[in-house]
């Protein structure tokens, strides 16, 4: 049985830093495509940031060098430091996986990956 399971959110103030976690258990072997999407009260999903098979990565626009996303391949494990945090970073935080071999860019632009995790909560008080 797969597993995502984000953590690391919670609240900080504007300019702070947030260091979420993915811990991925049960994917299978191939499955390599990795993201970070984030959605907000009222908008739509978006991605963040994408990390592929040979792992390029790929942010969104909106990301302006402010977070890094890292795999660690051992342990299976997903990260987003996300640093400089605006307000308008306020949002549910997911992270997702899918089968095959992909680019960071399709990763980042996934709209249907096989799996997600539930989500933690990143509030940026102003």
């Known amino acids: 049985q797969v597993h995502l399971m984000e953590s690391g959110g919670g609240s900080v103030q504007a300019g702070g830093s947030v260091r979420l976690s993915c811990a991925a258990a049960?994917?299978?072997?191939?499955?390599?495509?990795m993201g970070w999407f984030r959605q907000a009260p009222g908008k739509d999903r978006e991605g963040v940031a994408g990390?592929?098979?040979?792992?390029?990565?790929k942010y969104a626009d909106f990301v302006k060098g402010r977070f890094t996303i890292s795999k660690d391949n051992v342990k299976n494990v997903l990260f987003l430091q996300m640093d400089n945090l605006e307000p308008e970073d306020t949002a549910m935080y997911y992270c997702?996986?899918?089968?095959?071999?992909?680019?960071?860019?399709?990763?980042?632009?996934?709209?249907?990956?096989?799996?997600w995790g539930q989500g933690t909560q990143v509030t940026v008080a102003s």
């Open positions: 049960g994917l299978p072997y191939n499955s390599h495509c």
């Open positions: 997702a996986a899918d089968g095959g071999y992909c680019s960071g860019a399709y990763a980042l632009r996934m709209t249907s990956p096989t799996y």
């Open positions: 990390i592929g098979s040979k792992g390029s990565i």
